[in-house]
């Protein structure tokens, strides 16, 4: 995933670039600190995804989004990150197109959560078939509401909705056949850079949800390992 950092402030614009560079398979191949500066970089670079602030001195980044998200279908995903957290910066966001919307401070986590989710999407595409790929894409099921791993309605006490989306998106890069298709707690907690308690509380709530399988393997000694499957 190829990524425009854009921000008005130098080191805010630092930080977050060095969000990016400990996602696996992303690189930060631009940085801006205005909203022309932006839309040239995003023109001669084009990145994949840009992260994007809403206060810059000489446009509003709103208007940025919008002339980012032209339609096309190479165009950026952009994810919104702002200390702004009104209705209606919130509204204009989500109808100019946005893929998120973050709130600074955030973590490390809530963002490679986002980034995954837009490298899922990019892939997922590709892939369109029939009308359940397109309600996957658009986040719904169809006749049903929305399942949203690891949502608010369902998060027990202590785990977050962004860390939970980032368990569960490289749950389902590792899906498919074969030996490689599931994960071990540790595994997962070193692709996540969680710890290995807070991977495994994650993955079990899970498996709760029946989002995820759990199977054994058994070794020479001890006790056997938890490897999770992701089946959505």
């Not at 200390?83 to 490679?112: E, I, N």
């Not at 199977?215 to 499957?229: C, K, Q, V």
Request: proline residues 5%; glycine residues 10%.
């Amino acid at each position: 995933m190829r990524v425009l950092v854009v921000d008005d402030d130098f080191m805010v614009a630092k930080v977050h670039s060095g969000y990016v560079e400990r996602i696996a398979d992303c690189t930060v191949v631009g940085v801006a600190h205005n909203g022309a500066d932006a839309l040239d970089a995003a023109a001669r670079l084009r990145p994949e995804l840009v992260l994007l602030d809403v206060y810059l001195p000489d446009m509003s980044g709103l208007e940025v989004l919008t002339r980012l998200r032209t339609g096309a279908s190479d165009d950026p995903f952009v994810l919104v990150v702002t200390a702004a957290d009104d209705s209606d910066t919130v509204a204009a966001a989500l109808h100019g197109g946005a893929l998120h919307y973050l709130v600074k401070p955030f973590d490390s986590a809530a963002l490679a959560a986002q980034v995954h989710r837009a490298t899922r999407i990019r892939r997922d595409l590709d892939r369109v078939r029939d009308q359940s790929d397109i309600d996957r894409l658009f986040g719904g099921t169809g006749a049903a509401p929305a399942r949203t791993p690891g949502g608010p309605e369902r998060m027990p006490k202590g785990l977050t909705t962004p860390t939970a989306e980032l368990v569960a998106g490289t749950l389902r890069e590792h899906s498919g056949s074969g030996p490689e298709a599931d994960l071990s707690a540790t595994e997962c907690a070193e692709a996540t850079r969680l710890s290995r308690v807070s991977a495994r509380r994650y993955l079990e709530h899970f498996v709760s949800t029946g989002q995820v399988t759990v199977r054994l393997r058994y070794g020479g000694t001890g006790r056997p390992e938890r490897r999770y499957r992701w089946v959505g």
